[in-house]
């Protein structure tokens, strides 16, 4: 008899909560049978129909000293969600980033019920550093969903679980990140418009906003009056907008995602912090220059590093056609240097263009569908491959 296929979602911050709801949208529109969700996500996913175990914002903290303090009651947390999963014995487990938490959930869960199909939407970055989590994912993961069109090859390489690319959800908001006919004249009249991009992070904008502001500085004796657009989020606005006015030229800063996404079709050009900005940045066509700074400390790590960058857009490509500058590097003369580049008319400006103009073809999707969609079918076909052979999914027996 059929009945409706069950699935465990669980989500650790608001990114997965974003990737989550759009998940379920997909799997409900595959399954004629209908989709029972549970778990644990946020508003989106909740928006859903999902009814979350708790609070995502016991589990969504950041940080070495955040996480020691909330660290019995994330503990806790991972207790709770593996012990509703292997309760509910669900048709699937799907793991949306958030590793620290996540994968711990997925290890109890296939540890008690080991033919579930555990489904991990969003690669760790094992491509870039501990690979050796790839083949450890063997043990509890069935397949991944790759954001990044290069991971599924990583996968391969470094002996994990199937790896398949779904594609990066920035795919589906191209028409928000593309200018249309008068923003794109508007990226070339003057005075050219900058947007600066110091970081996400309060350790971001405090090791980057000093040397950011330096550059404007000099950029201005190299390229003539430019006007500096610096998007932020509420939270961090008093903290920027107090560095900012140290800077020698005073930016615009706006604040939402609309302010933002406006500022990227119109700038001529970009500074910004490494992250996935930079992959916005250059789907919108905008040339840019990567910066990043870490302490001395985690400044160790690039021993451990195993890429040959840091921006999201050159290992997509598969070469350095964005310079990042990075720790002693990123300096307020080599960033204006870059800067001056990239904002008039010139070979490199002219070379960075034509490598955005790439990505598109790099990142699309075999019928240029929707990552969820693919996503959706992935889980399914894991379900599928894991499930008793000739049985349709959604019509298993209880």
């Known amino acids: 008899m059929n009945r409706p296929l069950r699935i465990a979602l669980v989500a650790g911050e608001h990114s997965g909560d974003q990737l989550g709801f759009k998940l379920m949208r997909?799997?409900?529109a595959a399954c004629p049978a209908g989709v029972e969700f549970s778990g644990v996500g946020g508003e989106a996913m909740e928006a859903e129909g999902l009814k979350s175990l708790f609070p995502i914002a016991d589990i969504a903290v950041m940080g070495i000293l955040p996480v020691i303090a909330r660290l019995p009651t994330v503990l806790r947390r991972?207790?709770?969600t593996a012990q509703a999963v292997i309760a509910e014995r669900p048709d699937a487990l799907v793991i949306i980033d958030s590793p620290d938490f996540t994968h711990r959930v997925a290890r109890r869960a296939r540890k008690a019920l080991p033919d579930l199909p555990i489904v991990d939407y969003v690669s760790p970055s094992v491509w870039a550093w501990r690979p050796g989590r790839a083949k450890a994912m063997l043990g509890y993961v069935d397949c991944v969903l790759g954001l990044l069109p290069f991971e599924p090859e990583a996968y391969v390489r470094l002996g994990g679980p199937r790896c398949v690319y779904v594609g990066h959800p920035l795919i589906e908001r191209l028409a928000e990140l593309r200018p249309n006919e008068d923003e794109f004249r508007r990226r070339n009249a003057e005075p050219p418009l900058l947007v600066v991009l110091p970081g996400s992070r309060r350790s971001e904008i405090r090791r980057l906003m000093a040397e950011f502001g330096g550059a404007l500085g000099r950029l201005g004796d190299a390229v003539g009056p430019f006007t500096a657009v610096l998007p932020t989020l509420p939270h961090l606005e008093a903290e920027v907008r107090a560095r900012a006015a140290l800077w020698p030229v005073a930016p615009r800063i706006v604040l939402g995602e609309a302010a933002k996404l406006e500022a990227f079709r119109t700038a001529r050009a970009a500074l910004a912090a490494s992250g996935t900005v930079t992959l916005e940045l250059a789907l919108a066509g905008v040339p840019l220059v990567g910066a990043y700074k870490v302490g001395i400390v985690e400044e160790q790590l690039k021993y451990l590093?195993?890429?040959?960058?840091?921006?999201?857009?050159?290992?997509?490509?598969?070469?350095?056609?964005?310079?990042?500058?990075?720790?002693?590097?990123?300096?307020?003369?080599?960033?204006?240097?870059?800067?001056?580049?990239?904002m008039r008319d010139g070979p490199e400006r002219a070379a960075q263009i034509a490598a955005l103009e790439r990505l598109d073809d790099a990142m699309r999707l075999p019928d240029r569908g929707a990552p969820s969609v693919h996503a959706a079918r992935a889980v399914l076909a894991t379900i599928a491959a894991k499930g008793e052979a000739g049985t349709p999914i959604g019509a298993r027996e209880p």
């Open 305 to 342: 590093i195993k890429v040959p960058s840091i921006l999201l857009p050159n290992l997509i490509l598969a070469d350095r056609s964005i310079p990042e500058k990075l720790q002693r590097d990123c300096t307020a003369q080599t960033l204006a240097t870059e800067l001056a580049a990239i």
């Open 26 to 28: 997909a799997l409900r």
């Open 78 to 80: 991972i207790r709770e």
